[in-house]
């Protein structure tokens, strides 16, 4: 591909599934759902992870964690053929987005006739761009009929609610400064006096087709309702709530779909709660990954130390968005080791290994790139500021293997609104498909052969 072409109709219509995937998206609940539609509709065969596996060659499966985690596994045809390397060929991604929960008492009255939600922050969102939009709700909810209590996915899809900045006149110093306190300036409004204690549960109640006292549990989040979009006088920019990190889910997703590749066991991860740490059962962190690596390798008829050659002839590629140099904070970012919009997938390093790329996993994916005519592109954080995190490296404390980190640049990360390249989209789905197309033979850390 040339880095230098213009945006085409092609880039658009996938920057315009990608939307749409987003919008199915609401909640990292929803995002395996809608993932999961995505597998089933490529024919992969769902095994849950309370039943036995049957698990063949020419195969594909998927299983799911907590309902908000999937893996997903090609078993290549020729996997056990003369000159095959048993290995595992990974990507791997996150399902929810920097947002607020609400809490078990969701509810707070007042002051005058006001109804306001009591919330918390998930994950390190930048809080002031959460202000003045219109707000929904989604998640799931446990929901009793009789003895059976059943988890049910849930989105309002309707505007419920906004959090209202404060006028200007009673604040002449907030264009100076803004701090706002999450316990007070944060709660958002549903009503000015018509509604009472118990809506949440009675709107939702009425979306699901229940009796609000059929409602035991939820777990919610509040939703921008800011219409996703292509732009720009050329198409260029694609804007959404959770481009961190469903721009990766939707284009690692699409690539492990249209890959193929006879000689090993490709596999798509996305995980939950990297936005909090990942430290949960089916967190990156978890043994969600190298639990389904070991049902696998047994279903296949390996043994476990013939899994422990696998791994250790294995690579992820780690996908979390990477920060695009800012057109009015250039100096913020590194003057050698920064990336821009449209210019292809990014390779991310840090020397403190907050990111999981070493020399080599940059080799080995920059060379499969590059045999693949895709572009690729390189960020460090400056030398003197700390950089973010992401799942790589925290995975690997679980599943030891080869990892490069990876993601699509783009600006105001965070942000209840995010934004990246149109291009970009295209040009992330060849790269990783490139990965899982190629078959890295991998020796150790002496050498790896490209097939």
């Given at each position: 591909?040339?880095?230098?072409?213009?945006?085409t109709?092609?880039?658009?219509a996938?920057?315009e599934?990608?939307?749409?995937?987003?919008?199915k998206s609401?909640?990292?609940?929803?995002?395996?759902?809608?993932i999961?539609?995505?597998l089933?509709e490529a024919?992969?065969?769902?095994?849950?992870?309370?039943?036995a596996?049957?698990?063949?060659?020419?195969?594909s499966?998927?299983?799911?964690?907590?309902n908000?985690?999937v893996?997903?596994w090609?078993?290549?045809?020729?996997?056990a053929?003369?000159?095959?390397?048993?290995?595992?060929?990974?990507?791997?991604s996150?399902s929810?987005?920097?947002?607020?929960?609400?809490?078990?008492?969701?509810?707070l009255?007042?002051?005058?006739?006001y109804?306001?939600?009591?919330?918390?922050?998930y994950?390190?969102?930048?809080?002031y761009t959460w202000?003045?939009?219109?707000?929904?709700l989604?998640?799931r909810?446990?929901?009793?009929?009789?003895?059976?209590?059943?988890?049910?996915?849930?989105?309002?899809?309707?505007?419920v609610?906004?959090?209202?900045?404060?006028?200007?006149h009673?604040?002449?110093?907030?264009?100076?400064?803004?701090?706002?306190?999450?316990?007070s300036?944060?709660?958002?409004?549903?009503?000015?006096g018509?509604?009472?204690?118990g809506?949440v549960?009675?709107?939702v109640?009425?979306?699901?087709g229940?009796?609000?006292e059929?409602?035991v549990?939820?777990?919610?989040f509040?939703?921008n309702?800011?219409r996703?979009c292509?732009?720009?006088?050329?198409n260029?920019f694609?804007?959404s709530p959770?481009?961190?990190?469903?721009?990766?889910a939707?284009?690692?997703?699409?690539?492990?779909l249209?890959?193929?590749?006879?000689?090993d066991?490709?596999?798509?991860?996305?995980?939950d709660?990297?936005?909090v740490g990942?430290?949960?059962?089916?967190?990156?962190?978890s043994t969600v990954?190298?639990?389904?690596l070991?049902?696998?390798?047994?279903?296949?008829?390996h043994?476990?130390?013939?899994?422990?050659?696998?791994?250790a002839k294995?690579?992820l590629v780690?996908?979390?968005?990477?920060?695009a140099?800012?057109?009015?904070?250039?100096?913020?970012?590194?003057a050698?080791?920064?990336c821009?919009?449209?210019?292809?997938?990014v390779v991310k390093?840090?020397?403190?290994?907050?990111?999981?790329?070493?020399?080599?996993?940059?080799?080995v994916?920059a060379?499969?790139?590059a045999?693949a005519g895709?572009p690729v592109?390189t960020?460090?954080n400056?030398?003197?500021?700390?950089?973010?995190?992401?799942?790589?490296?925290?995975s690997?404390?679980?599943v030891?293997m080869?990892a490069?980190?990876?993601?699509?640049?783009?600006?105001?990360?965070?942000?209840?609104?995010?934004?990246?390249?149109?291009?970009?989209?295209?040009?992330a789905?060849?790269?990783v498909?490139?990965?899982?197309?190629?078959?890295?033979r991998i020796?150790?850390?002496?050498?790896?052969?490209?097939?």
């Amino acid at each position: 591909m040339d880095v230098t072409s213009k945006t085409t109709a092609t880039d658009v219509a996938l920057a315009e599934e990608l939307v749409s995937f987003i919008q199915k998206s609401p909640s990292m609940f929803h995002s395996a759902a809608t993932i999961r539609s995505y597998l089933d509709e490529a024919g992969f065969t769902y095994l849950p992870e309370t039943g036995a596996w049957d698990v063949e060659p020419g195969g594909s499966y998927y299983t799911c964690r907590n309902n908000s985690t999937v893996i997903a596994w090609k078993v290549g045809a020729r996997l056990a053929e003369e000159g095959s390397s048993y290995h595992f060929q990974l990507a791997a991604s996150h399902s929810d987005s920097p947002t607020f929960k609400l809490k078990t008492a969701a509810e707070l009255e007042g002051p005058e006739s006001y109804l306001r939600l009591d919330t918390e922050a998930y994950g390190g969102m930048i809080d002031y761009t959460w202000f003045d939009k219109p707000l929904s709700l989604a998640g799931r909810v446990l929901v009793r009929e009789g003895a059976r209590i059943e988890s049910r996915l849930v989105s309002l899809d309707r505007d419920v609610a906004i959090i209202p900045s404060l006028p200007i006149h009673l604040d002449r110093s907030v264009n100076e400064r803004f701090s706002p306190n999450r316990a007070s300036d944060l709660c958002p409004i549903m009503s000015a006096g018509d509604c009472t204690m118990g809506t949440v549960d009675a709107l939702v109640a009425e979306s699901l087709g229940v009796a609000p006292e059929q409602i035991v549990a939820r777990d919610l989040f509040l939703v921008n309702r800011q219409r996703p979009c292509v732009w720009g006088a050329a198409n260029e920019f694609v804007s959404s709530p959770k481009l961190d990190d469903l721009a990766c889910a939707f284009t690692s997703l699409k690539a492990f779909l249209a890959s193929d590749n006879e000689r090993d066991v490709s596999v798509y991860c996305c995980f939950d709660n990297e936005e909090v740490g990942s430290n949960t059962k089916q967190g990156a962190m978890s043994t969600v990954l190298a639990d389904t690596l070991a049902r696998l390798n047994a279903a296949l008829g390996h043994t476990a130390d013939e899994l422990r050659q696998a791994i250790a002839k294995s690579m992820l590629v780690s996908c979390d968005n990477a920060h695009a140099v800012h057109p009015n904070q250039a100096g913020k970012y590194d003057a050698a080791n920064r990336c821009r919009l449209n210019g292809g997938l990014v390779v991310k390093e840090a020397a403190n290994q907050k990111y999981c790329t070493d020399a080599f996993s940059r080799a080995v994916f920059a060379a499969v790139c590059a045999d693949a005519g895709v572009p690729v592109q390189t960020f460090a954080n400056r030398s003197d500021m700390a950089g973010g995190s992401t799942l790589g490296n925290l995975s690997n404390t679980q599943v030891s293997m080869h990892a490069v980190d990876v993601g699509l640049p783009q600006l105001a990360m965070h942000s209840s609104f995010e934004t990246s390249g149109t291009r970009d989209v295209a040009l992330a789905i060849a790269a990783v498909r490139a990965f899982y197309d190629a078959d890295v033979r991998i020796d150790g850390a002496d050498a790896v052969e490209l097939g």
